[in-house]
């Protein structure tokens, strides 16, 4: 029941798509032949050797025929996709590329530090020099800093809705170009500017290009097909009258409904079903019921205890994460009930008090922030040295952080709250600096963050901080806590099962 409960969706949603394919197929005169199904089985032989694929599959529950069936509803996908594929226009290109230091950006490898008037400058040379009969493919050889050189700034055939590393702007101004013709305007880059030659294109091109053109045209159609793939099966389900059997309908002890689906009355059956969810989840549902009840059996001997409001806390949690979505929208969709969500959340507070006593104590801090960004056209070099000058003097540090500090903390005189060791969302050299300073210290140097400059204050540590802070410390420990405790719940939990006496009925 638990195995239909959360693994029957999926399991459904695959037969209906196979379903519909396979009439669409149908209709259409579309036949996969055996041979075709059999160079499949082949390739994924290769793929898998030096393992026996029969072996393979089995311990994943599969059998060959039912592999053959998948790969039949593969194949047949496939053509239904590619009857709507278009031919698009294809280009042979070679660049030049000019690298330059772009404003507010560090300088890009092998700029030298470049600026942007540099670059433009030297396209302007090279465009005079194609002007004066310069072939293209010699001057990219001399002046182009693309990645990797040596082929005459080759970057190959481009098309439309092109999935990789070339850039809209490129691509644009590519498939503008008719064979030989060279970019008027030099294109601008992320890494600076270009010019574009078409070498040709797919309506004029050479003999010994045919072979990159079709390299190119299969990948374009596949990757035209992985996105018209989705819409062209949900059109055909949505043309299609389908009942889906319900989680009410699946209740302990009583028979289970004939059908898991019908689609214009051809019954998708619950036994098939049940027998792809046992499957597929078989093992790791059984493993999971193992856990918990090792788990409880656990908590029960040490006297752990999770209440009623813990869960609700957790659910209240939940709640505030998802807004405005609410839980009781989601239910359904993860196959599982209020109780269920519930039952969860006790499982999951009673395996992290089961290893809390192995979390180690460590040093917290309260800290304040004056952070600066790192952005030579908003932040004066001369700022920070500023900065730091007050403080010297004896300017209070919040203060400072109020006037100064970016918006996101002016508001709270930089307070940034307690710091921890392996704070999730902090960043590293701030913790690294924070953690190892005394109450009422100031760094004495402005610690390098991944997005500016930060001076820190340490207000008090869980060693010494005063009565009106215990309340942070002691949620931001709890906090801590929870977080280390996650990393050994799985050892935790394997050691409960190892000790036990565990038989298996179920194979996989």
């Given at each position: 029941m638990l195995c239909l409960r959360t693994q029957r969706g999926y399991v459904v949603d695959q037969m209906v798509q196979n379903?519909?394919?396979?009439?669409?197929?149908?209709?259409?005169?579309?036949?996969?032949?055996?041979?075709?199904?059999?160079?499949?089985?082949?390739?994924?032989?290769?793929?898998?050797?030096?393992?026996?694929?029969?072996?393979?599959?089995?311990?994943?529950?599969?059998?060959?025929?039912?592999?053959?069936?998948?790969?039949?509803?593969?194949?047949?996908?496939?053509?239904?996709?590619?009857?709507?594929?278009?031919l698009v226009k294809m280009v042979h290109c070679r660049e030049i590329l000019v690298k330059c230091r772009q404003s507010g950006i560090p300088s890009v490898t092998g700029s030298a530090g470049r600026t942007e008037a540099e670059a433009l400058?030297?396209?302007?040379?090279?465009?005079?020099?194609?002007?004066?009969?310069?072939?293209?493919?010699?001057?990219?050889?001399?002046?182009?800093?693309?990645?990797?050189?040596?082929?005459?700034?080759?970057?190959?055939?481009?098309?439309?809705?092109?999935?990789?590393?070339?850039?809209?702007?490129?691509?644009?101004?590519?498939?503008?170009?008719?064979?030989?013709?060279?970019?008027?305007?030099?294109?601008?880059?992320?890494?600076?500017?270009?010019?574009?030659?078409?070498?040709?294109?797919?309506?004029?091109?050479?003999?010994?290009?045919?072979?990159?053109?079709?390299?190119?045209?299969?990948?374009?159609?596949?990757?035209?097909?992985m996105f018209l793939e989705p819409t062209i099966i949900g059109a055909l389900i949505r043309?299609?009258?389908?009942?889906?059997?319900?989680?009410?309908?699946?209740?302990p002890g009583k028979p289970l409904p004939i059908a898991a689906a019908t689609i214009d009355d051809h019954p998708i059956l619950m036994k098939d079903v049940l027998a792809k969810c046992v499957a597929d989840g078989g093992r790791e549902a059984v493993d999971n019921l193992v856990q918990n009840y090792v788990v409880d059996r656990e908590c029960e001997r040490r006297g752990i205890v999770v209440s009623e409001s813990e869960v609700d806390q957790a659910v209240a949690n939940l709640r505030r994460r998802i807004a405005p979505h609410t839980i009781e929208?989601?239910?359904?969709?993860?196959?599982?009930?209020?109780?269920?969500?519930?039952?969860?959340?006790?499982?999951?507070?009673?395996?992290?008090?089961?290893v809390l006593n192995q979390v180690k104590p460590a040093t917290m801090v309260h800290c304040r922030l004056i952070s600066l960004q790192d952005t030579p056209t908003e932040q004066p070099p001369s700022l920070l040295a500023a900065v730091q000058a007050q403080l010297k003097s004896g300017k209070d540090f919040a203060e400072l952080a109020r006037q100064y500090s970016r918006a996101d903390s002016k508001n709270q005189a930089g307070d940034a709250g307690i710091l921890y060791p392996g704070m999730l969302g902090a960043d590293t050299a701030l913790l690294n600096a924070a953690?190892?300073?005394?109450?009422?210290?100031?760094?004495?140097?402005?610690?390098?963050?991944?997005?500016?400059?930060?001076?820190?204050?340490?207000?008090?540590?869980?060693?010494?901080?005063?009565?009106?802070?215990?309340?942070?410390?002691?949620?931001?420990?709890?906090?801590?806590?929870?977080?280390?405790?996650q990393p050994l719940i799985l050892e935790a939990v394997r050691e409960l099962v190892?000790?036990?006496?565990?038989?298996?009925?179920?194979?996989?």
């Open positions: 379903f519909v394919v396979e009439r669409e197929c149908g209709k259409r005169g579309i036949v996969v032949t055996e041979a075709e199904i059999d160079r499949s089985i082949a390739e994924l032989r290769k793929e898998y050797a030096p393992a026996v694929l029969e072996d393979t599959i089995k311990a994943h529950g599969w059998t060959i025929p039912q592999l053959r069936q998948q790969f039949r509803a593969k194949i047949g996908r496939q053509r239904l996709v590619m009857e709507r594929v278009k400058t030297i396209i302007r040379s090279i465009q005079e020099q194609l002007n004066d009969g310069k072939e293209f493919g010699d001057l990219a050889q001399l002046y182009s800093e693309s990645e990797p050189r040596g082929a005459n700034g080759d970057i190959g055939v481009l098309y439309g809705n092109m999935v990789g590393n070339v850039e809209g702007p490129v691509l644009a101004e590519s498939l503008t170009l008719k064979k030989g013709q060279v970019s008027k305007v030099p294109v601008k880059t992320a890494e600076g500017y270009c010019l574009i030659q078409a070498i040709s294109t797919s309506d004029d091109h050479s003999t010994s290009e045919e072979t990159i053109y079709q390299e190119a045209d299969t990948e374009c159609r596949r990757v035209q097909a043309q299609s009258k389908i009942t889906y059997a319900t989680d009410d309908e699946l209740i929208e989601g239910l359904p969709a993860h196959h599982t009930t209020m109780a269920g969500l519930r039952n969860d959340f006790k499982q999951q507070i009673e395996r992290t008090k089961l953690l190892t300073m005394k109450k009422g210290q100031i760094t004495p140097e402005a610690v390098k963050t991944y997005d500016g400059y930060v001076l820190i204050q340490a207000v008090s540590t869980s060693d010494d901080h005063s009565a009106s802070e215990a309340p942070l410390y002691a949620e931001a420990l709890a906090t801590y806590k929870e977080q280390q405790a190892k000790k036990s006496k565990v038989t298996y009925f179920l194979k996989s």
